[in-house]
């Protein structure tokens, strides 16, 4: 059974293009992630949602917008991709993530996004 | 910005153990030492953490030291499939990891 899940796991598109990511998780976590992983392999986070509400948005450009439907669910939509957008994008999901607890962030397996 | 220093790589053979040291010298007292890895092209995996005390679970162990500046996590067995990258990432309440480099393990047969 997979934890996290994403799709597509690969994902080739033109410049100026909107393309949708989606994450799902069978753990009954409350809190779900959005982090990109560039061509030097630095993984930061983008996004952070407790229970579909927004508590962590880094410095992302607005043409990133996640979506999340139900708490299993986390979907990062990109309008206008340009070719800097090109990263491998990994959701993860956590159990709590309220402010004053930590948690171990269980990952899924990556959507590998190629911007021509 | 990572909070923790690593080496960029390390070596080690096939069976031995791999001791992958962490410095973390800004650590606040409610900050635990993370550990994750990534192997070749599939997502972070959890290994252990701590705050204090010395862990071990299935995977590895995590040695932090008295004064909580710097932690060893050690892989007693280390096998060719556990190659990947380590990364040693201080964690407090606000839930956000903050990656660094980490350390390159390579497992030599």
């Known amino acids: 059974d997979t934890a996290v899940s994403q799709t597509p796991k690969y994902l080739v598109t033109q410049m100026g293009n909107d393309k949708s990511i989606k994450c799902e998780q069978n753990?009954?976590?409350?809190?779900m992630y959005w982090y990109k992983q560039d061509s030097k392999k630095f993984l930061k986070i983008m996004f952070s949602?407790?229970?579909?509400?927004?508590?962590i948005n880094e410095t992302v450009p607005n043409r990133f917008s996640p979506k999340s439907p139900d708490k299993a669910h986390l979907n990062l939509h990109i309008n206008s991709l340009e070719l800097g957008d090109s990263a491998v994008y990994f959701c993860a999901s956590s159990e709590s993530g309220t402010s004053g607890s930590t948690d171990t962030q269980y990952f899924g397996p990556g959507t590998r996004l190629t911007v021509l | 910005d990572a909070k923790t220093t690593q080496p960029t790589s390390m070596d080690c053979a096939e069976g031995r153990a791999a001791n992958l040291p962490c410095n973390h010298s800004?650590?606040?007292?409610?900050?635990?030492v993370y550990w994750y890895r990534q192997i070749h092209s599939q997502g972070p995996q959890y290994i252990i953490h701590?705050?204090?005390n010395n862990e071990t679970n299935e995977m590895a162990s995590l040695i932090i030291t008295e004064d909580r500046k710097s932690s060893t996590l050690i892989l007693p067995h280390a096998t060719l499939r556990d190659t990947a990258v380590y990364y040693c990432i201080v964690q407090g309440g606000s839930e956000k990891l903050v990656f660094g480099k980490g350390t390159k393990l390579t497992v030599n047969p």
């Open positions: 800004t650590i606040s007292g409610n900050e635990y």
């Open positions: 949602y407790n229970n579909k509400e927004l508590i």
């Open positions: 753990l009954g976590h409350d809190t």
């Open positions: 701590g705050l204090k």
